[in-house]
């Protein structure tokens, strides 16, 4: 059983940056990871993911020039560097961890406890 563990939110005002990351508790060579937010009343949203062998990546409209999605092998970590926060950028932000680099949520099979960010205006 893999865990993750997201870290790195908090509140920002617009405009300003913030780097989550995702430890993962054993290697995930080959397998993919990814990037995403929810907020209350409103589906699970992917933002980003990340192929960790070939490091292959793909972003959601949404954040594609803003955000960016990068692995460090050695230490089991992904990250999500999101920079030009916007207020709609707001939620619970979590990483998951599956077998197909995708935005969608189904994709995935384990998935961390969720970490918040907070972008005011």
């Known amino acids: 059983q893999v865990q993750l563990v997201e870290s790195g939110g908090g509140s920002v005002q617009a405009g300003g940056s913030l780097r989550l990351s995702c430890a993962a508790s054993?290697?995930?060579?080959?397998?993919?990871m990814g990037w995403f937010r929810q907020v209350p009343g409103k589906q699970r949203e992917g933002l980003a993911s990340?192929?960790?062998?070939?490091?292959?990546?793909c972003y959601a409209d949404s954040v594609k020039g803003r955000f960016a999605i990068s692995q460090e092998n050695a230490k089991n970590m992904v990250y999500l560097q999101m920079n030009s926060l916007k207020p709609e950028d707001t939620g619970m932000y979590y990483c998951?961890?599956?077998?197909?680099?995708?935005?969608?949520?189904?994709?995935?099979?384990?998935w961390g406890q969720g970490t918040q960010v907070t972008v005011s205006s």
């Open positions: 054993s290697h995930t060579y080959n397998l993919c």
């Open positions: 990340i192929h960790i062998g070939s490091r292959s990546k």
């Open positions: 998951a961890l599956g077998w197909a680099r995708s935005l969608m949520a189904s994709s995935y099979n384990y």
